[in-house]
């Protein structure tokens, strides 16, 4: 049944009627504000690719997450920039590193506010890759042990939620059952993310510090290509039955 019977211009009359059958509100308690750290004593960096961003040192990042608590956005990701590097990305499982240090210090200044944390190994490889390589290929089982240890020292030391950006295969499954079997049962499932390959995802790359020439292995390997919406919709149903409750 449609017009005249059915008129939906009535529920657009007014300001008042218009915003109380709104389906979608955008507000500072829907935000969650991502912040680079460094273990840097004390000063910040701006990130020449995202302008107004900064490698914060963990006193420079307090003052950002208090003032976050103060606007009412009630969660922060944390994304690590350690000083030493190696093939494996072993700072990243580090339980005094960069990100688990950072967690701390939130949590003793705004125990109330929201701590996820990016677990992937790219910033902390000397290749910048997001896994294991050995002979120009990434390795998909070897990464998502390395990821397992890193996200649990990110639980261990105080984080909410962790939030897996690798793509690797399997990786779900594997970072619950070890935060499962070593006593982090409180924090929620790793929230999944895709990371899609998109020109929007680049300036990210920026707020690593230049070092040594990355390998050249093209990302596309692991990232999602938006012109894929069956695969991609395949490979979400797969991550999706991944978690152990």
Same mark, same amino acid.
């Given at each position: 049944?449609?017009?005249?019977?059915?008129?939906?211009?009535?529920?657009?009359?007014?300001?008042?009627?218009?915003?109380?059958?709104?389906?979608?509100?955008?507000?500072a308690?829907h935000?969650?504000?991502?912040?680079?750290?460094?273990? *840097?004593?004390?000063?910040?960096?701006?990130?020449?690719?995202?302008?107004?961003?900064?490698?914060?040192?963990?006193?420079?990042?307090?003052? #950002?997450?208090? *003032?976050?608590?103060?606007?009412?956005?009630?969660?922060?990701?944390?994304?690590?920039?350690?000083?030493?590097?190696?093939?494996?990305?072993?700072?990243?499982?580090?339980?005094?590193?960069?990100?688990?240090?950072?967690?701390?210090? &939130?949590? #003793?200044?705004?125990?109330?506010?929201?701590?996820?944390?990016?677990?992937?190994?790219d *910033?902390?490889?000397?290749?910048?890759?997001?896994?294991?390589?050995?002979?120009?290929?990434?390795?998909?089982?070897?990464?998502? #042990?390395? +990821?397992?240890?890193?996200?649990?020292?990110?639980?261990e030391?105080?984080a909410d939620? &962790?939030?897996?950006?690798?793509?690797?295969?399997?990786?779900?499954?594997?970072?619950?059952?070890?935060?499962?079997?070593?006593?982090?049962?409180?924090?929620?499932?790793?929230?999944?993310?895709?990371?899609?390959?998109? +020109?929007?995802?680049?300036?990210?790359?920026?707020?690593?510090?230049?070092?040594?020439?990355?390998?050249?292995?093209?990302?596309?390997i692991?990232?999602?290509?938006?012109?894929g919406?069956?695969r991609?919709?395949?490979?979400?149903?797969?991550?999706?039955?991944?978690?152990?409750?």
């Amino acid at each position: 049944m449609g017009f005249p019977t059915h008129r939906p211009r009535r529920l657009r009359e007014s300001e008042a009627l218009r915003r109380m059958v709104r389906e979608t509100e955008l507000s500072a308690g829907h935000l969650i504000y991502p912040l680079f750290v460094t273990q *840097e004593k004390k000063g910040k960096s701006e990130i020449a690719s995202m302008p107004g961003q900064y490698r914060l040192s963990i006193p420079e990042l307090l003052k #950002e997450t208090t *003032e976050a608590a103060r606007l009412g956005i009630p969660a922060v990701i944390l994304f690590g920039i350690p000083k030493t590097k190696d093939d494996y990305g072993s700072a990243a499982c580090d339980p005094r590193g960069v990100v688990p240090q950072a967690i701390r210090a &939130i949590k #003793e200044k705004t125990p109330d506010l929201l701590v996820i944390t990016d677990v992937c190994i790219d *910033e902390y490889t000397s290749h910048g890759h997001c896994g294991v390589v050995k002979e120009g290929k990434i390795l998909n089982d070897e990464t998502v #042990e390395i +990821l397992s240890k890193m996200a649990l020292a990110h639980a261990e030391a105080g984080a909410d939620m &962790i939030a897996p950006s690798d793509m690797m295969d399997g990786r779900v499954r594997i970072l619950r059952k070890t935060l499962d079997e070593n006593g982090q049962t409180r924090d929620p499932d790793p929230l999944l993310r895709r990371q899609i390959c998109l +020109l929007l995802l680049r300036p990210f790359s920026g707020c690593r510090p230049i070092g040594p020439p990355v390998r050249k292995i093209d990302k596309a390997i692991r990232w999602m290509r938006p012109i894929g919406a069956r695969r991609s919709g395949r490979w979400r149903s797969i991550s999706k039955k991944e978690p152990i409750s």
